[in-house]
């Protein structure tokens, strides 16, 4: 199967975007901490000396987020050592999808060879806290000195691309960072797989 009937059969099963309560771009972000595959808690905070925090919320299971794996391996592997950080929340708990568990995010990280932590957000108060709606769905954060304390800021926000077409959004957006420009495209549509939140978390 290739990519564009991929991305067809989920627009067609209705795993898209909507409307969203959360952060937007200029909010401050929440602060996490989540335990990895790596068997590490991770929390923002300690990556606040990075130029930026990439925060992609996705899965194991949706077409969508199963798409962008390589680019996000790609990213991860040219920015990281430019001192941005990639982190990957999954919000999705087990006993809503059992594909994206936590044995299984360990065999899917292994396989792709992730350069970054990969969280489980399993009682989905971060993907709430951030307004997560789709897999993949992105945030950067960045980190500056307002009033003595360092605050973390959204400075982008939604996809990672525009359908694996130009403009390519997370990548301009870091550059930009790193280049101390104005991002363009602070905020995008993003579009994938419904973030499969337990009824009553709504």
Same mark, same amino acid.
């Given at each position: 199967? @290739?990519?564009?009937?991929?991305?067809?059969?989920?627009?067609?099963?209705?795993?898209?975007?909507? $409307?969203?309560?959360? !952060? #937007?771009?200029?909010?401050?972000?929440?602060?996490?901490?989540?335990?990895?595959?790596?068997?590490?808690?991770?929390?923002?905070?300690?990556?606040?000396?990075? *130029?930026?925090?990439?925060?992609?919320? =996705?899965?194991?299971?949706?077409?969508?987020?199963? +798409?962008?794996?390589? %680019?996000?391996?790609?990213?991860?592997?040219?920015?990281?050592?430019?001192?941005?950080?990639?982190?990957? !929340?999954?919000? @999705?708990?087990?006993?809503? /999808?059992? $594909? +994206?568990?936590?044995?299984?995010?360990?065999?899917?990280?292994?396989? %792709?060879?992730?350069?970054?932590?990969?969280?489980? #957000? *399993? =009682?989905?108060? /971060?993907?709430? $806290?951030?307004?997560?709606?789709?897999?993949?769905?992105?945030?950067?954060?960045?980190?500056?000195?307002?009033?003595?304390?360092?605050?973390?800021? !959204? /400075?982008?926000?939604?996809?990672?691309?525009?359908?694996?077409? #130009?403009?390519?959004?997370?990548? +301009?957006?870091?550059?930009?960072?790193?280049?101390?420009?104005?991002?363009?495209? !602070? %905020?995008?549509?993003?579009?994938?797989?419904?973030? %499969?939140?337990?009824? #009553?978390?709504?």
């Amino acid at each position: 199967m @290739n990519r564009r009937t991929i991305l067809v059969a989920a627009l067609l099963a209705g795993l898209m975007t909507g $409307a969203h309560a959360g !952060v #937007d771009p200029g909010d401050m972000a929440p602060e996490f901490e989540l335990f990895g595959v790596d068997y590490r808690y991770h929390s923002l905070a300690q990556y606040a000396d990075n *130029e930026a925090i990439v925060v992609v919320f =996705t899965c194991n299971h949706c077409p969508y987020a199963v +798409d962008y794996e390589d %680019k996000l391996v790609a990213l991860g592997n040219r920015y990281q050592p430019r001192g941005i950080q990639f982190l990957a !929340v999954n919000p @999705n708990p087990a006993d809503m /999808v059992p $594909a +994206d568990g936590f044995p299984q995010m360990q065999v899917r990280a292994e396989e %792709k060879g992730f350069p970054f932590p990969y969280l489980y #957000d *399993e =009682t989905q108060q /971060v993907a709430r $806290a951030y307004g997560a709606t789709v897999t993949p769905h992105i945030f950067v954060v960045r980190y500056t000195m307002e009033d003595g304390a360092n605050v973390p800021r !959204v /400075v982008y926000e939604g996809a990672i691309d525009n359908r694996h077409e #130009d403009p390519d959004y997370l990548a +301009d957006a870091l550059e930009a960072i790193l280049a101390g420009r104005e991002i363009e495209h !602070v %905020k995008t549509a993003q579009f994938g797989c419904t973030v %499969k939140y337990r009824p #009553d978390n709504h």
